[in-house]
């Protein structure tokens, strides 16, 4: 496993499914909190 950090074309695949679980996780949280605003507000 230490190869693995030692090599830079190992670690791009990393970098890119971190940084798209990253905007996903960024997209997904104001998609939530309207969902839980409107909950509150149609009581």
Excluded at 26 to 32: A, R
Aim: aromatic share 14%; proline share 7%; no cysteine.
């Amino acid at each position: 496993m230490n190869g693995v950090w030692n090599s830079p074309i190992a670690l791009l695949p990393i970098a890119a499914l971190a940084a798209y679980f990253g905007w996903r996780i960024v997209e997904f949280i104001p998609f939530t909190r309207r969902i839980i605003e409107r909950r509150e507000g149609g009581q």
